[in-house]
């Protein structure tokens, strides 16, 4: 009950009371007469100024609510807006650089799930961002994690059927790259043991191609770093060097016990093992430990004569543009694309009408290209 409406049986006790004091010969008519037309106009007062502030106050709540929802309608068109400048059209053009993306393989988080593998229970959620919050400040909010998968590097004249990658399934749009899952055990689902820093989550897609495909029937397993572990640790040899013995044993025995892995030359077993804790030591280190060679291609000639079935027509690659780019074994340029082995762009000419051949010359600064 809002406080002005007390005031109605305030008036009405307080006129019967002047009223009764009048029947008594306590009070002359005239006086109380005088009072119960001041008492009640001054109720009345108090009762439309309170009546007044309360439509001033839903006023003012209309107003708020109104630009909140115009706030968010912005901050919601702005977002969607970004998105496609950055590459979610239908052409998938990139006009933009992300401001989420902070470096190779980042992907950003939208869902959250929490599994334990001992119950088999899963748990999912996503992360509450207030709409109304500036774009900048909602991008800081968002959740983003480093996305690495391992691919299969076949010898040409393998079975083109065989998934060679996650990137290769629908399922690495539609949930593996966008969700960020924590993988707990009984104890820590019960707060009777603590939770330490993540490290990283390996996620085993199971039934590949398969109607049961699922993250719900994928096989997880959640790295932590050591209970007390500092910040100055990180550069400590020898406590990184425990450390990655530890991870290194989680995942042998979680590949051996939960997915059942064999080590045999006929499978990739030993080579996805070491790649994960290849990975994981570079991480933890921040340094990339590969024998790689560094070459420089000066210029490719490409025979005019060429097979049948290749898609390009050597009447058209005259005055092109082109570049060199290293593929592993079956790699497919569409699909993979992989640009930290890519040169820079040349444009393709003839060399001489005798020796018909083409060459592309390397380009080593745009403005030779004419960009």
Known sequence: MSDWHVMVPFLQVVTLLLLLFGLLNKMPGPVVAMLCILVSCTNMIYMNI?????????ARDKIVDSFTSLMRNWNQLRARMSAVLAGDNIFGIALITDVTVKGKGVETASEVNVVVPRLGLSFSGSPDIDDTLPYDEQQAMRMTKKMAYYTLHRLSGADESVVRSVKDTPRYEDDVASTLTLALDIDQLMLRKAIPQIMATIQCVNHTGSSISHPRYDSYLTLF????????????????DSMMNDWKKQVGRWMRDALGASYTERTSSKQIEKEIVDLLRSECTQDVHRRVRKMHIGSVRLPERFHAS??????????????????????????????????GYGRISKVTPKNVEYTVEVAREPKKLGL
């Open 50 to 58: 309170a009546t007044m502030g309360d439509t001033i106050k839903s």
């Open 225 to 240: 770093k050591p209970e007390g572990w500092e910040e100055e640790f990180d550069v400590d040899k020898d406590k990184v």
């Open 310 to 343: 290749r898609s390009h027509n050597i009447k058209d690659m005259e005055n092109k543009l082109a570049c060199v780019m290293v593929l592993w074994e079956t790699e497919n340029v569409g699909r993979d694309c992989p640009t930290s082995r890519s040169s």
